[in-house]
């Protein structure tokens, strides 16, 4: 699943998505606010990715994550699987 993520310098895409990389903000960006925000680093979803390449089937039915800032995580979360998330419908401009 993780491979679907397409990681450029300042964002990452999946399908139709596009979440900027705080990290890596800066005065070029072009889209304003049409994208989600992800402070989550290359390296770190990297960890994410061994760590569920380790647990083929496992399936979760509650995953609370410690850390999470304005709810794109979750969405990342949701588009890569068929978890039921509480709060997920969120949208990037009900900020």
Same mark, same amino acid.
Request: with cysteine.
């Given at each position: &699943?993780?491979?679907?993520?397409?990681?450029?310098?300042?964002?990452?895409?999946?399908?139709?998505?596009?979440?900027?990389?705080?990290?890596?903000?800066s005065d070029d960006w072009e889209l304003g606010d049409e994208c989600f925000v992800l402070y989550k680093t290359k %390296?770190? &979803?990297?960890? =994410? *990715?061994?760590?569920?390449?380790?647990? %083929?089937?496992?399936?979760?039915?509650?995953?609370?994550?410690?850390? &999470?800032?304005?709810?794109?995580? /979750?969405?990342?979360? /949701? *588009?890569?699987?068929?978890?039921?998330?509480?709060?997920?419908? =969120?949208?990037? *401009?009900?900020?």
């Amino acid at each position: &699943m993780f491979d679907r993520l397409v990681w450029q310098k300042d964002r990452v895409l999946l399908d139709e998505l596009v979440f900027r990389l705080e990290h890596y903000r800066s005065d070029d960006w072009e889209l304003g606010d049409e994208c989600f925000v992800l402070y989550k680093t290359k %390296p770190l &979803m990297d960890q =994410y *990715a061994k760590f569920w390449s380790l647990r %083929p089937g496992f399936r979760a039915e509650h995953i609370l994550e410690l850390g &999470m800032w304005t709810g794109e995580h /979750r969405l990342l979360v /949701r *588009a890569f699987s068929t978890l039921q998330t509480r709060g997920c419908g =969120y949208s990037n *401009a009900e900020r």
